[in-house]
């Protein structure tokens, strides 16, 4: 078996043929993949064939797993329950007319997954079940280079500064944020140093970031509006067109992703996992 890995074009993202993630991965394997997601940030496997529990497997490989059980009255469809630790972000409807998944339909913005909570993911993955016909791509920017190419002004105005970040499930794009006690909330710092390769990045995001500490909103959103502006230029994306069988997993502490427009009934369904950090902020 040897693997092969083919850059993109962009300014992030591999693709990586030549294993079968639905096998037992010896250490060196596992560590050679590691490398190789902390180079390119994302790294797209094609052709991959597993079950839940298999996909399971392979991301603990990576770190930790949270298999918790739902708790009843949460609010999630009943496929993304069978098995603890994966869930399907999906638009798909069952015969009664339920959507059968998570964030179903439309654009995303933007967004590191997870940071508004105290312990941001580390890795999140995609599989591709079912693929829309036109849209519904995902798209991921490098963080790492969106820093460092940031204009002095906005560099200096983040550095050392912690972002308020806040996601509402309810909306895809930036919550209401006139009763933070009714949504999921967490500072963070607005420059990471990535705990493996030491480089900074980026860690706001158009969709979660609201308010930068020591600014009052309308100074704070308004930097923060310009470096969403500077970090989402297409010259740091990688923009993936969904094929049954891809494999995606992703450096949540490195790079945004989104999701671009598709049609309500043009079904789509990705099995996703995550690998769960530690905090960021003592
Ligand atoms: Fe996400």
Not at 9 to 30: C, F, H, K, M, N
Not at 59 to 82: F, H, N, Q, T
Not at 93 to 102: I, L
Request: charged letters at 25%; glycine letters at 6%; proline letters at 5%.
């Amino acid at each position: 078996m040897t693997i092969t890995i083919t850059s993109t074009d962009a300014a992030l993202g591999a693709r990586v043929t030549g294993i079968d993630l639905s096998q037992e991965l010896a250490p060196e394997t596992v560590e050679e993949l590691r490398a190789i997601i902390h180079e390119h940030l994302v790294v797209v496997f094609p052709d991959q064939d597993f079950s839940p529990e298999e996909q399971l497997r392979f991301a603990e490989y990576l770190g930790p797993v949270a298999r918790r059980k739902l708790p009843e009255d949460y609010d999630i469809p009943d496929s993304s329950r069978e098995v603890p630790g994966i869930v399907y972000v999906s638009n798909i409807r069952t015969d009664d007319g339920k959507v059968d998944g998570v964030i179903p339909d439309g654009e995303m913005w933007f967004h590191h997954d997870t940071c508004y909570k105290p312990e941001p993911d580390r890795f999140t993955m995609l599989y591709g079940v079912t693929v829309p016909n036109n849209g519904g791509h995902t798209m991921w920017a490098n963080m790492v280079r969106a820093w460092e190419t940031l204009p002095d002004d906005l560099k200096a105005a983040l550095k050392g500064r912690k972002a308020l970040n806040v996601y509402d499930y309810a909306t895809i794009e930036r919550p209401d944020l006139s009763d933070l006690d009714k949504v999921e909330h967490a500072w963070q710092p607005a420059v990471v140093t990535h705990p493996v390769t030491g480089r900074d990045a980026l860690f706001v995001n158009r969709l979660m970031s609201c308010q930068l500490d020591g600014l009052d909103d309308a100074e704070g959103l308004k930097i923060l509006n310009a470096v969403f502006d500077h970090a989402e230029q297409r010259q740091f994306i990688y923009e993936h067109a969904w094929s049954v069988g891809d494999f995606v997993i992703w450096d949540n502490l490195a790079c945004t992703h989104a999701r671009t427009h598709f049609d309500l009934g043009d079904d789509r369904r990705l099995r996703r996992s995550k690998v769960g950090g530690a905090a960021l902020i003592d």
